[in-house]
């Protein structure tokens, strides 16, 4: 299992992909937003999406896990 971690701190601007989706390497997975930029945060390995742990709207801390890929 994969921990994907936010790389900012920042407000979670789009959800893109529901859990028990397939992603691949690079598939962005929610978009954050911070200082006005969006930041996707990507899945790093190939697998399914089994948690999604904030929800659009939630504000987020650099280095905080919001989702995992098994």
């Known amino acids: 299992m994969a921990d994907l971690k936010s790389i900012v701190t920042g407000t979670v601007w789009k ?4 859990v028990g989706d397939q992603v691949q390497p690079g ?7 911070s200082m006005k930029m969006e930041i996707p945060i990507e899945a790093t390995a190939a697998g399914t999406l089994t ?5 659009e709207g939630d504000s987020v801390s650099e280095g905080e896990v919001v989702a995992s890929v098994a």
């Open 15 to 18: 959800v893109e992909m529901k």
């Open 27 to 33: 598939d962005a997975i929610m978009i954050m937003e």
């Open 51 to 55: 948690r999604l742990l904030v929800k």
